[in-house]
């Protein structure tokens, strides 16, 4: 990696994603917010996690969870003030942590009031800040509008909801004729607009940005041209006047956002099928479709499921990034079933982190992931999550019928929370040297302490073959090495690898594994990191 490629503090963070209603809950209202996110910074840090992802947190009437934002200079009520966003940078970074925000960049809310504006019969300064035909019956193409619920005469195209209107950010090229170029005045107002909220939140401390669907921002039959010369535009800004700014894509095609002018993008289960197959592909754990039915993820003890597609996909992605942006690895997110789905062991779930976080890129941990908390199914749809929602209820703190979230009533609360009385907690884990919360503490710190295990170390894979166990990688800087084998399946297995054993000692291991010679031999469900 150049040496300029990201902010130094990057290479080597462990981020730790937060969906703030559901996280701890100070004053009673059923609803988490900021005061208790920074009532929970030393735990985080604890973790071994120094940087927040903080999902949105501005104000929005939550036909989205936020994600339709309605003012994106003031942190929504129901979180706290921007007094208390400002409290958590300074205190974050008082433990020498960071704080990354969402930037919902492609649309706003209907309520905003440039929306409000846009919409309306009177000419307004705000007419072509979002996409609009000229008339109600004007041909739209392919692209998706609504129609009929605005005083002005034509359709407005979505970004995503029907009530999260496209900001114009221009066209490339225009080619009907109510489209705008991205160089137009109007279209460029928008783009400086955008440029305008984040120098408010990096004024204010905030660390960076991860910027909710980055490649939809630019439309046209050659917006992808168009959305890489707009991020490079931003990225040439924060380089000269907020240098240790990260940029985070959810673009999840790392070969395009990296060289879009992004710092990060995330490996995720979009873009490509490979990690859905790696961690996801029982059908129950599918929230996007798009794999065979009877499909099993690699991470399942039959044995059967595959790496290999994930590995490939990595590798390509790989030469394309290693030395100008990193790649998110993330145990999960608000948008995902949770990976203790299907009632995996703490085993398998120690061994699919000590997988996933000895990648290449920058770990992202979900709040609640360290515990190993499960999917709560059958919960409906909240504030647009749908089948979301088994996956962002109230972090389970104690294994009181509340969980330690809030002081509410249960059935007041954001979604329900676990009502199992050996529910999976903060507080039982503590003290257990053996469970997950521990282990998560202790392989950061291997992380830390490895700089083979650093963000940016070198990577190659040594052995994986489809639907067949193990799958083998390696770590490098140098003549330096760190070799990685995991076994999922019930069944030992046994390979041999293009390096020696030689001067390579165990750092982490689970179950029965050995390395000698050429033949790395690993018994059922274990998994070792050996190191030169």
């Known amino acids: 990696m150049s040496s300029n490629a990201v902010p130094q503090w990057v290479k080597n963070a462990v981020f730790y994603e937060i969906y703030p209603q559901s996280f701890c809950d100070t004053n009673g209202d059923g609803i988490g917010?900021?005061?208790?996110?920074?009532?929970?910074?030393?735990?985080?840090?604890?973790?071994?996690?120094?940087?927040?992802?903080?999902?949105?947190?501005?104000?929005?009437p939550f036909q989205d969870a936020g994600y339709d934002v309605a003012d994106f200079y003031k942190v929504a009520p129901?979180?706290?003030?921007?007094?208390?966003?400002?409290?958590?940078?300074?205190?974050?970074?008082?433990?020498?942590?960071?704080?990354?925000?969402?930037?919902?960049?492609?649309?706003?809310?209907?309520?905003?009031?440039?929306?409000?504006?846009?919409?309306?019969?009177?000419?307004?300064?705000y007419d072509n800040y979002f996409v609009w035909t000229r008339g109600w019956n004007e041909d739209t193409g392919n692209y998706r509008f609504i129609s009929g619920l605005a005083e002005r005469d034509g359709y407005f195209m979505i970004n995503f909801f029907a009530c999260q209107p496209a900001l114009n950010y221009g066209f490339c090229p225009a080619e009907y004729p109510w489209q705008l170029d991205m160089d137009h005045?109007?279209?460029?107002?928008?783009?400086?607009?955008?440029?305008?909220?984040?120098?408010?939140?990096?004024?204010?401390?905030?660390?960076?940005?991860?910027?909710?669907?980055?490649?939809?921002?630019?439309?046209g039959s050659n917006a992808e041209h168009g959305i890489k010369l707009l991020w490079k535009r931003y990225r040439s800004w924060l380089d000269e006047n907020y240098p240790q700014a990260v940029l985070i894509a959810?673009?999840?095609?790392?070969?395009?956002?990296?060289?879009?002018?992004?710092?990060?993008?995330?490996?995720?289960?979009?873009?490509?099928?490979?990690?859905?197959?790696?961690?996801?592909?029982?059908?129950?754990?599918?929230?996007?479709?798009?794999?065979?039915?009877?499909l099993v993820s690699f991470f399942h003890e039959s044995g059967k499921g595959d790496a290999k597609t994930f590995l490939d996909e990595l590798s390509a992605e790989y030469d394309v990034i290693k030395n100008d942006g990193l790649f998110g690895?993330?145990?999960g997110n608000h948008d995902m079933g949770r990976l203790r789905g299907n009632g995996r062991s703490d085993e398998m779930m120690k061994m699919m982190y000590a997988f996933l976080f000895s990648?290449?890129?920058?770990?992202?941990?979900?709040?609640?992931?360290?515990?190993g908390m499960d999917n709560i199914l059958g919960l409906g749809n909240k504030e647009g999550s749908y089948n979301r929602s088994a996956a962002r209820t109230p972090m389970q703190w104690d294994a009181t019928e509340k969980a330690g979230f809030s002081t509410a009533d249960v059935?007041?609360?954001?979604?329900?929370?676990?009502?199992?009385?050996?529910?999976?907690?903060?507080?039982?884990?503590?003290?257990?040297?053996?469970?997950?919360?521990?282990?998560?503490?202790?392989?950061?710190?291997?992380?830390?302490?490895?700089?083979?295990?650093?963000n940016d170390a070198s990577f190659r894979v040594l052995y994986c073959e489809s639907n067949r166990v193990p799958a083998i990688f390696e770590r490098s800087i140098g003549n330096e090495k760190l070799i990685?084998?995991?076994?999922?399946s019930n069944q030992d297995c046994q390979t041999d690898i293009d390096v020696d054993s030689d001067g390579f000692t165990a750092v982490l291991e689970q179950g029965k594994t050995s390395f000698s010679g050429k033949t790395i031999s690993l018994g059922a469900c274990s998994f070792a990191l050996w190191k030169k």
């Open 33 to 60: 917010d900021i005061p208790g996110i920074i009532s929970k910074l030393d735990y985080i840090k604890s973790l071994g996690c120094d940087a927040v992802w903080l999902n949105p947190c501005f104000e929005s």
């Open 78 to 125: 129901r979180y706290g003030s921007n007094d208390d966003l400002k409290n958590l940078f300074a205190e974050a970074h008082k433990r020498g942590m960071k704080v990354v925000l969402d930037l919902v960049a492609g649309h706003t809310s209907m309520e905003h009031p440039f929306f409000k504006a846009s919409a309306s019969k009177e000419k307004t300064p």
């Open 185 to 219: 005045p109007d279209a460029v107002a928008v783009q400086n607009e955008l440029q305008n909220v984040m120098k408010f939140y990096l004024d204010m401390g905030c660390d960076g940005f991860r910027v909710d669907m980055a490649s939809s921002l630019i439309k």
């Open 250 to 294: 959810e673009w999840c095609r790392p070969a395009k956002a990296i060289p879009a002018g992004f710092h990060i993008d995330f490996k995720a289960h979009f873009g490509e099928p490979g990690y859905s197959m790696l961690t996801r592909a029982e059908k129950e754990l599918i929230s996007n479709g798009g794999l065979p039915d009877g």
């Open 329 to 331: 690895i993330i145990s």
């Open 359 to 371: 990648l290449p890129g920058v770990p992202f941990l979900y709040y609640g992931d360290e515990i």
């Open 411 to 454: 059935e007041s609360f954001y979604l329900p929370v676990d009502g199992s009385k050996d529910k999976y907690n903060v507080a039982s884990q503590e003290n257990d040297s053996s469970s997950l919360l521990n282990f998560v503490r202790s392989f950061f710190f291997l992380k830390r302490s490895c700089k083979l295990l650093s």
């Open 484 to 488: 990685v084998a995991v076994n999922p």
